[in-house]
């Protein structure tokens, strides 16, 4: 690394100026050992690592990204924390390693076919685009169901009366009524039903066996693939970054997205328009779902390839004190992962690890370092694992420290571990995850026009979830007092970047537990490779670990714990105007009427739901008659880390080999491989062979009904959000259907065989 010794004189300096202006009652001596750990210097020396050249931009399956896990592993082993996960043979270790399905989506050769009048109208991308792990061939009816939600303690269900078992919906992205600051989906912020996910989830609940989705088509914000084409960088790579899918993951089916004029086609049987469709469910909230007449599609999905591989979480735990509360579990989380490496396209440059231009060259390779994004988080986690170990005295409740895998792929470490839980998520009262909290946020492509960017961000953090616990934000708002951040939560009132879903809290705040992501905003480096090290505020990093560290104090010792709110209510209306008397002339004009009341939505009682009874248990994964655990003794502390501290990326060989898997392009009736338009923003393979046949990867769904066949689903558990376990049990009548439950797998994993030891001294040394 190329670090001018000024430069680490200056961070010292600062770091010794953060700590004595936070000498305050706002410290407990009890606390305060390990909040005098958190300093600047380490954080850059552990950023400088993670980002650097040798970790080749942490891809996940790559050799970076493992290097990275066995680091991350190292210093949770080093600070003393337990390890908690079980390899195959029964050996504890710090990984939770799960498989995972990487595959690249063959966009030319994919397409989806509308027969109608036994004509058939087909579509390629980019006009209907979907990626599966597997090749899917699928024919069935078409149903409309509205936003796909249902939503009972809101009383909206687009699926009642809907028969959708063995067909394919056609859904609305996004959810009713988005601009309207008092509709009970969080006024003009999106609750937990906007997701695609929840939304696929929940058809296949209902026994859809495929769902389309259609931007809102009376949306005033960019769709989704438009917000991501703006970001370039990463997406817009000559080698598309691959797509990956956890490899046993509860969600069966496959989705496609289409454009407005596919949808309108889709929907040409009946006698309105897709605009009016949705004006007339935002209008009073009534679902407009109902069978499409005539109307089969057939969705023919390819893979140029597709292989497997295995990628690991990496958490430590810190047990608690108090013989009861210690069953309890606070989270505190980052992801390790980010975009990789690529060789530099023809006559372009690259840029190294402090920002320095590499000359475009046969050598010359681009590296998505992911500084910030997310070095930054990491270097987060693993500062408070060292803080709360190091301080000597600890909190009452249990504290897991986890970096998670996969989440530039779809968040697949944390949906893994949510529905894999090493510890009972019933007991989790609150979870910090950091992701991107290194930089000032800035205007980039990505926002411009989207949301409003303070002026000066030097000092700012976003909290994100804090609809859902306003009680955790009280927490954090009276620990900030002598840390002096500037908190902000306008991405709770977006709709249109869609924030709410994009890391790593997401898959826990839908088992209903108050989880925030603490984020200092985009900026024009998000993922590009000038994403360094050197561009970040370590200064401003410490002083959110520190006011993080506190927080996690707080849930983790104090009496109540945040209570989550599942159905968050929409922000008051504004006061009314005062009344102007009709005979009273405006200042410049003529007279005016009373200003009408401000229309609110009618009342909508929440459906109560019991709550889950879980008894305290000092560790969930032992049996009930296991001797206590003894205290692990402590290494000395890892401080600020080097590369010297780390494995060699390039010699890695602990996960099994990634070997791709060809699968061949379909040709036409013909025997000619299929032409069509591609989307331009998506780069496209050199060359396509024209003469193998494809074969499909059966996805588990049936044949079409008219072929004869008989449709064949697996059976699929009923799935719902969490209920809410603050609330009494009131009795309701269930809903037609059972809500889906995301999770709820019982503790475990299939852990590889050849992990560090927890007791190797050297656990972040490579195998040899």
């Given at each position: 690394m190329?670090?001018?010794?000024s430069?680490?004189v ?9 700590g004595m202006?936070a000498?305050?009652?706002n410290v ?13 210097a380490?954080?850059h020396?552990?950023?400088s690592?993670?980002a650097?050249?040798?970790l080749?931009?942490r891809?996940s399956?790559q050799a970076?990204?493992e ?5 991350i ?23 939770q ?7 690249q989506p063959?966009?030319?050769?994919s397409?989806v076919?509308?027969t109608r009048n036994?004509?058939p109208?087909?579509?390629h991308?980019?006009?209907?685009f979907?990626?599966y792990?597997?090749?899917?061939n ?8 509205g936003?796909?939600?249902?939503a ?5 269900d687009d699926?009642k009366?809907l028969n959708?078992e063995g067909?394919i919906?056609?859904i609305f992205?996004?959810?009713p009524?988005e ?12 609750t ?10 929940n058809?296949?609940?209902h026994?859809?066996?495929a769902v ?12 989704n693939?438009?917000r991501a ?13 691959p ?6 993951d ?16 889709i929907?040409g049987?009946?006698?309105t328009?897709?605009g009016?469709?949705q ?12 069978v499409l007449?005539d ?5 023919h999905?390819?893979?140029l390839?597709?292989s497997t ?8 735990l810190?047990?608690?004190?108090d013989?009861?509360?210690k ?6 989380s980052?992801?390790?992962d980010h ?6 396209p023809?006559g372009?440059?690259?840029?190294d690890?402090d920002g320095?231009?590499?000359?475009a060259?046969a ?14 988080g990491?270097?987060?986690?693993v500062a408070?694992a060292?803080a709360?170990?190091?301080n000597?005295?600890?909190p009452?409740?249990?504290v897991l420290?986890?970096?998670f ?6 968040l697949l470490?944390?949906?893994?571990m ?5 510890r009972p998520?019933?007991?989790t009262r609150?979870?910090i995850?950091?992701d991107?909290?290194g930089?000032?946020?800035k205007?980039?492509?990505?926002t411009?026009?989207?949301i409003?960017?303070p002026a000066?961000?030097g000092?700012?953090?976003n909290l994100?979830g804090a609809l ?6 009280k927490?954090?708002?009276e620990?900030n007092?002598g840390i002096g951040l500037?908190?902000d ?12 879903f994009r890391s790593?809290?997401f898959p826990?705040l839908?088992?209903n ?5 603490w ?10 490779i000038?994403d360094?090290a ?14 993080a560290?506190?927080?996690a104090?707080r849930?983790?010792?104090d009496?109540?714990v945040?209570?989550?709110i599942?159905n968050?209510e929409?922000p008051p209306p504004?006061?009314p ?19 009408p009341a401000?229309r609110r939505?009618?009342p ?12 305290p248990d000092?560790?969930?994964?032992a049996p009930a008659t296991?001797?206590?655990v003894?205290?692990p003794?402590k290494?000395?502390p ?7 501290d780390a494995?060699?990326a390039?010699?890695s060989?602990?996960?099994r080999?990634v070997?791709p ?11 000619e491989?299929n032409?069509?338009?591609?989307d ?5 393979p ?9 074969t499909?990867?059966?996805?588990g769904?049936g ?11 697996p059976?699929v558990?009923p799935?719902t ?6 609330k ?8 037609p259907?059972?809500?889906v439950k ?5 503790p ?12 190797d001294p ?5 195998k040899?």
């Amino acid at each position: 690394m190329r670090t001018s010794k000024s430069f680490l004189v200056a961070l010292a300096m600062a770091s010794a100026c953060i700590g004595m202006s936070a000498q305050s009652p706002n410290v407990p001596a009890d606390e305060r050992k390990g909040f005098d750990t958190l300093n600047a210097a380490a954080l850059h020396a552990d950023v400088s690592f993670l980002a650097s050249d040798k970790l080749e931009g942490r891809m996940s399956l790559q050799a970076g990204d493992e290097a990275a896990e066995r680091w991350i592993a190292g210093q949770f082993g080093k600070a003393g924390l337990d390890p908690i996960a079980t390899k195959a043979n029964g050996m504890p270790t710090y990984e939770q390693s799960f498989g995972i399905i990487e595959y690249q989506p063959d966009r030319v050769n994919s397409s989806v076919t509308l027969t109608r009048n036994g004509a058939p109208t087909v579509w390629h991308a980019p006009q209907a685009f979907g990626a599966y792990k597997h090749a899917v061939n699928l024919t069935a009816p078409v149903v409309f169901a509205g936003y796909g939600i249902t939503a009972p303690e809101l009383n909206y269900d687009d699926y009642k009366d809907l028969n959708v078992e063995g067909k394919i919906v056609l859904i609305f992205d996004h959810e009713p009524q988005e601009d309207d600051p008092q509709s009970i989906f969080n006024g003009t912020g999106n609750t937990r039903y906007a997701t695609g996910r929840v939304k696929l989830l929940n058809a296949q609940a209902h026994g859809a066996v495929a769902v389309v989705i259609v931007p809102e088509p009376n949306r005033k914000h960019l769709t989704n693939a438009e917000r991501a084409a703006r970001i370039g960088g990463s997406v817009t790579r000559e080698t598309p970054l691959p797509s990956q899918a956890i490899e046993d993951d509860e969600l069966k089916i496959p989705s496609v997205t289409v454009q407005d004029a596919v949808a309108k086609e889709i929907l040409g049987t009946l006698k309105t328009t897709p605009g009016d469709l949705q004006a007339k469910i935002d209008a009073d909230l009534t679902p407009q779902s109902l069978v499409l007449p005539d109307t089969t599609l057939t969705l023919h999905l390819r893979n140029l390839s597709e292989s497997t591989g295995r990628t690991s979480n990496v958490l430590g735990l810190l047990r608690g004190t108090d013989p009861t509360l210690k069953a309890e579990t606070i989270l505190i989380s980052a992801h390790h992962d980010h975009d990789g490496m690529a060789a530099c396209p023809e006559g372009q440059d690259g840029v190294d690890q402090d920002g320095q231009a590499i000359p475009a060259g046969a050598k010359c390779v681009q590296t998505w370092h992911g500084a910030d994004d997310n070095a930054s988080g990491t270097a987060g986690v693993v500062a408070l694992a060292r803080a709360f170990t190091e301080n000597g005295a600890r909190p009452r409740r249990s504290v897991l420290f986890v970096v998670f895998a996969a989440e530039e792929r779809g968040l697949l470490g944390s949906y893994y571990m949510a529905a894999h839980p090493l510890r009972p998520l019933a007991t989790t009262r609150a979870m910090i995850n950091f992701d991107m909290i290194g930089r000032d946020e800035k205007p980039s492509k990505q926002t411009d026009g989207l949301i409003d960017i303070p002026a000066d961000t030097g000092n700012r953090l976003n909290l994100i979830g804090a609809l859902y616990s306003p009680e955790y934000k009280k927490v954090v708002v009276e620990s900030n007092n002598g840390i002096g951040l500037t908190l902000d939560d306008r991405f709770d009132h977006d709709a249109v970047l869609n924030v709410l879903f994009r890391s790593d809290q997401f898959p826990f705040l839908l088992h209903n537990i108050p989880a925030f992501w603490w984020f200092t905003g985009f900026h024009p480096d998000y993922h590009h490779i000038t994403d360094t090290a050197e561009k970040l505020d370590y200064p401003k990093m410490t002083k959110i670990l520190q006011l993080a560290y506190l927080t996690a104090w707080r849930f983790a010792n104090d009496d109540a714990v945040p209570k989550f709110i599942p159905n968050p209510e929409p922000p008051p209306p504004p006061p009314p105007a005062p009344p102007v008397a009709a005979e009273t002339p405006a200042a410049d004009g003529p007279a005016v009427s009373p200003a009408p009341a401000p229309r609110r939505r009618r009342p909508i009682a929440p459906v109560l739901i019991a709550p889950t009874t879980v008894a305290p248990d000092a560790d969930a994964n032992a049996p009930a008659t296991a001797a206590p655990v003894a205290e692990p003794v402590k290494n000395a502390p890892a401080g600020s880390s080097s590369t010297t501290d780390a494995p060699d990326a390039a010699t890695s060989s602990r996960h099994r080999p990634v070997t791709p898997v060809l699968i061949k392009p379909t040709t036409g009736e013909a025997g000619e491989v299929n032409t069509v338009p591609v989307d331009p923003m998506a780069p496209q393979p050199a060359t396509t062979p024209a003469s193998a046949t494809a074969t499909p990867v059966s996805t588990g769904t049936g044949t079409t009904p008219d072929s004869g066949g008989s449709q064949v689903r697996p059976p699929v558990a009923p799935v719902t959000l969490a209920p809410d376990a603050t609330k009494s049990g009131a009795k309701v009548a269930p809903p037609p259907v059972t809500p889906v439950k995301l999770g709820g797998k019982q503790p475990g994993q299939d852990e590889y065989d050849d992990d560090p030891k927890p007791d190797d001294p050297k656990p972040d040394a490579p195998k040899q």
